[in-house]
């Protein structure tokens, strides 16, 4: 069986994946890397040296070869690219196997699913291969539910992700979790949907209610030096650190010291790597629910808590919840870790994706996993108006 895997470019959040499938399948594995690394992600420390990966193909420079490995491996990954679209019409019609990786098409409101002249455009691009062997992989919980109001990919939509690098953790790494000033970290771009704000905000209150706790801002953007202003205003600077963007490495590095992670994205938000990453660390997590991790990631009240989306005062009530309660952040942090552990993690993914596939190309039917982990069946989880999410799916997705 040969498998390729197409994107934009390689990184953290698909190489532990990627070295999964190139140890089961060696030279019949390929990552096809369609355009360099942007400026932006290199400062943010996403630097990877394509050219270390035995399984990396560019299309810049080996198209000839980069087109061959796409028309005629037995199974491609087709995520975001900027391949040609004739080629690709070319690979889903052909009647080979593709499973296409995909977040929201409608993030920014599922109101331009109306839309006569973004139908047509939909129709061509996904609609018309309703009965072809393409698959949707949904890459976050409000995928599914965007690509049923068009109709496309009738009972082939699965659960998918991105899967950071999983490190392994001891129970002695957790002593002392409910001692000392709470540690709280905020990690990501300082823009406007991703509401730094509300950390900074939320630290104030902590002052206010002379609570013992520090709270670390690590990256950049251009809400940083604003928030800095704020911060010494209000006499913070002591217990408010921002950091600049850091790699990964050192960015779990500061996961794995603190105690809990503040994730107040809203429905722009993807999917949200961090959030893998922070529940790795074993820190408890209070997410937004309209990102995109979050629906299959975090089980409210088990793994972590959720808000609704925009709304800071249902965020900061659930940070104070941990903060009051440190066996429940404890618990929460412990149960987040499992879910990484047992589930959502390259090693997992990648022996659900050859077993998927293997059914695929033996018997020509999609046999989804059962539970809630990777290639389990996606359900129709309706973003909520103000762009978060209800957490009830709807499952009569008869699509």
């Not at 991105?162 to 000033?181: H, I, N, V």
Request: charged share 25%; hydrophobic share 40%.
């Amino acid at each position: 069986m040969t498998i390729t895997f197409v994107s934009n470019f390689i990184n953290h959040h698909q190489a532990p994946l990627c070295a999964q499938l190139y140890a089961a399948l060696g030279e019949d594995f390929a990552f096809i890397e369609t355009e360099p690394m942007t400026q932006e992600r290199m400062a943010l420390g996403w630097v990877q040296d394509a050219e270390m990966f035995a399984y990396c193909r560019f299309w810049e420079k080996e198209r000839a070869v980069c087109e061959k490995l796409f028309l005629e491996s037995d199974v491609v990954l087709l995520g975001w690219s900027r391949l040609p679209a004739k080629l690709i019409e070319k690979r889903l019609t052909s009647g080979k196997v593709t499973l296409r990786v995909t977040e929201r098409i409608y993030k920014e409101g599922q109101w331009k699913a109306l839309s006569p002249k973004g139908l047509k455009a939909k129709y061509k691009e996904h609609i018309r291969y309703r009965r072809k062997p393409v698959y949707l992989l949904c890459a976050g919980g409000f995928v599914a539910s965007d690509f049923a109001l068009i109709h496309a990919y009738p009972k082939k939509k699965f659960r998918w992700g991105y899967f950071p690098e999983f490190r392994k953790r001891t129970r002695t790494q957790w002593d002392g979790a409910g001692e000392g000033a709470i540690r709280l970290v905020f990690a990501g771009r300082m823009i406007d949907w991703k509401h730094p704000e509300y950390a900074i905000k939320l630290a104030k209150h902590l002052k206010e209610r002379s609570v013992p706790f520090t709270l670390e801002m690590v990256g950049d953007g251009p809400l940083r030096e604003p928030l800095e202003g704020w911060t010494k205003k209000n006499g913070l600077s002591g217990t408010v650190l921002f950091r600049k963007a850091v790699t990964p490495m050192e960015t779990r590095g500061v996961m794995e010291e603190s105690h809990i992670f503040l994730f107040p994205s809203n429905h722009l938000e993807g999917w949200g790597a961090v959030v893998n990453e922070a529940m790795n660390s074993a820190l408890a997590v209070v997410a937004s629910d309209g990102a995109g991790s979050v629906p299959f990631l975090i089980e409210n009240g088990k793994s972590g808590l959720t808000f609704r989306s925009g709304k800071y005062a249902d965020f900061e009530r659930q940070v104070l919840r941990l903060v009051d309660d440190r066996t429940l952040c404890r618990t929460l942090g412990l149960n987040a870790y499992r879910v990484i552990e047992t589930e959502w993690n390259a090693e997992t993914a990648a022996k659900r994706l050859l077993s998927f596939c293997e059914t695929l190309l033996k018997e020509g039917r999609a046999e989804a996993f059962p539970g809630t982990g990777p290639l389990s069946e996606a359900p129709v989880i309706r973003p909520r108006k103000s762009g978060g999410g209800r957490r009830e799916p709807n499952r009569q997705d008869h699509t």
